[in-house]
């Protein structure tokens, strides 16, 4: 049984995580969490993050399973998907009092025992072998062909193992209500909600405001920035700006009007300039969260946003932003005439509070909360 502390430092705990590759979202939560349990070991398949990524890691250490020592697992690391879950179960935590699994994919399937307490925070079941499928294939070019079956078997395969994993987990933590739902849906278990941590203190807002609407983002497919621009073509007087990079740059850049500025990508810097100084914020995907429509808020922006998904817990119609209902360019053009109407009754400094209640200070407490309130649940079953 879990021993009974009364110092939370006191406990042995290790963190898991799928994988360091970038500096994320998923990584900015699981900074957060490494800050509360200062002691824990963190454990991931593979560990490739760059210098200047790594650096809230600082002197942590990190275990990592056998596909760190694959071939080519540095840039193909995903082509390994197949063999994650038996990595993820080869990985021994036997020794700690504690488990918190950071998991998008394959970390919440590391193997506990009855004397451990395992949390999983949960940013979404594994999307591309549940309801994304689907356009998971479609947008790899895996969804015909040789390819295609062989992809689509392993996904079915990944969904049995997937299933099988909840029973390994003693308490979920779901990023938002939408990722909530998902966990119900694929694993009929009960999650509580702690969303992402937001580095609001690093936003200000700005008593310059210029006539742009803008947006930052990946040019991925999912991202929708497509509908964006073309929603803009439809107004040309009205001026948005665009920053990011992707896949999708030249399908995008070579079908933009005068009002339309594509700047690629720029430094954090250049970007908190422009998200402080516009109008209002386009927001077009059905993210698990969302961090940036925060970001924006944090500025003091009202975010227009596609109304699916984490968003809904971080935007307030009509306060804080307004929401249009399908991803299409003509939604879009009737958000932006209904949020030039009402325009005026949007509060920067009261869509700035409502930013900060998603602070890293407030996850960092939420967190720590947590985990002492279940500790001492488990103390109360063994020690009445």
Same mark, same amino acid.
């Given at each position: 049984?879990?021993? #009974? $502390?009364?110092?939370?430092?006191?406990y042995k705990v290790a963190v898991i995580h799928d994988w360091l590759t970038v500096y994320g979202g998923a990584e900015r939560v699981l900074e957060q969490i490494l800050s509360v349990f200062k002691t824990?070991?963190?454990?991931?398949?593979?560990? =490739?993050?760059?210098?200047?990524?790594?650096?809230?890691?600082?002197?942590?250490?990190?275990?990592?399973?056998?596909?760190?020592?694959?071939?080519?697992?540095?840039?193909?690391?995903?082509?390994?998907?197949?063999?994650?879950?038996?990595? $993820?179960?080869? $990985?021994?935590?036997?020794?700690?009092?504690?488990?918190?699994?950071?998991?998008?994919?394959?970390?919440?399937?590391?193997?506990?025992?009855?004397?451990?307490?395992?949390?999983?925070?949960?940013?979404?079941?594994?999307?591309?072998?549940?309801?994304?499928?689907?356009?998971?294939?479609?947008?790899?070019?895996?969804?015909?062909?040789? %390819?295609?079956?062989?992809?689509?078997?392993?996904?079915?395969?990944?969904?049995?193992?997937? =299933? !099988?994993?909840?029973?390994?987990?003693?308490?979920?933590?779901?990023?938002?209500?939408?990722?909530?739902?998902?966990?119900?849906?694929?694993?009929?278990?009960?999650?509580?909600?702690?969303?992402?941590?937001?580095?609001?203190? %690093?936003?200000?807002?700005?008593?310059?405001? #210029?006539?742009?609407?803008?947006?930052?983002?990946?040019?991925?497919?999912? %991202?929708?920035?497509?509908?964006?621009?073309?929603?803009?073509?439809?107004?040309?007087?009205?001026?948005?700006?665009?920053?990011?990079?992707?896949?999708?740059?030249?399908?995008?850049?070579?079908?933009?009007?005068?009002?339309? %500025?594509?700047?690629?990508?720029?430094?954090?810097?250049?970007?908190?300039?422009?998200?402080?100084?516009?109008?209002?914020?386009?927001?077009?995907?059905?993210?698990?969260?969302?961090?940036?429509?925060?970001?924006?808020?944090?500025?003091?922006?009202?975010?227009i946003a596609y109304g699916k998904g984490g968003v809904l817990d971080t935007v307030l119609e009509n306060k804080t932003g307004i929401y249009f209902y399908e991803q299409s360019e003509q939604s879009i053009?009737?958000?932006?005439?209904?949020?030039?109407?009402?325009?005026?009754?949007?509060?920067?400094?009261?869509?700035?509070?409502?930013?900060? +209640?998603?602070?890293?200070?407030?996850? !960092? +407490?939420?967190?720590?909360?947590?985990?002492?309130?279940?500790?001492?649940?488990?103390?109360?079953? =063994?020690?009445?």
């Amino acid at each position: 049984m879990i021993k #009974k $502390i009364n110092n939370l430092d006191d406990y042995k705990v290790a963190v898991i995580h799928d994988w360091l590759t970038v500096y994320g979202g998923a990584e900015r939560v699981l900074e957060q969490i490494l800050s509360v349990f200062k002691t824990a070991h963190l454990y991931t398949l593979v560990d =490739y993050l760059n210098e200047k990524d790594r650096k809230f890691l600082k002197d942590r250490k990190i275990t990592t399973s056998f596909i760190q020592s694959l071939p080519f697992s540095k840039k193909y690391y995903r082509q390994y998907l197949f063999l994650m879950p038996y990595a $993820i179960e080869n $990985i021994d935590l036997s020794q700690y009092d504690i488990i918190i699994s950071s998991s998008h994919a394959v970390a919440k399937g590391v193997l506990t025992g009855p004397d451990q307490l395992h949390i999983s925070y949960v940013h979404s079941p594994i999307r591309y072998a549940w309801d994304l499928q689907h356009e998971y294939l479609q947008t790899s070019g895996l969804n015909k062909g040789i %390819k295609g079956l062989i992809a689509k078997w392993q996904l079915h395969k990944i969904r049995q193992w997937d =299933y !099988r994993t909840p029973n390994g987990v003693d308490k979920w933590i779901a990023n938002s209500n939408f990722i909530k739902k998902r966990i119900w849906k694929v694993y009929r278990r009960k999650s509580s909600v702690i969303y992402p941590p937001v580095n609001t203190n %690093k936003f200000f807002i700005s008593n310059t405001k #210029k006539d742009f609407y803008f947006t930052v983002s990946r040019f991925v497919p999912y %991202k929708r920035i497509d509908i964006i621009v073309n929603a803009f073509k439809s107004m040309p007087d009205k001026e948005l700006v665009v920053i990011g990079d992707g896949p999708e740059w030249n399908k995008i850049n070579n079908n933009i009007t005068k009002n339309i %500025k594509l700047l690629g990508y720029k430094e954090s810097n250049v970007v908190e300039e422009y998200m402080r100084n516009a109008k209002a914020f386009i927001f077009a995907a059905k993210e698990d969260f969302g961090i940036v429509p925060v970001e924006a808020q944090a500025c003091g922006v009202p975010v227009i946003a596609y109304g699916k998904g984490g968003v809904l817990d971080t935007v307030l119609e009509n306060k804080t932003g307004i929401y249009f209902y399908e991803q299409s360019e003509q939604s879009i053009v009737n958000a932006v005439t209904r949020f030039e109407n009402i325009k005026d009754q949007f509060d920067p400094d009261e869509i700035r509070a409502h930013a900060e +209640s998603f602070s890293e200070e407030r996850f !960092r +407490s939420e967190i720590e909360n947590y985990v002492k309130n279940e500790l001492v649940k488990i103390s109360s079953e =063994y020690y009445v």
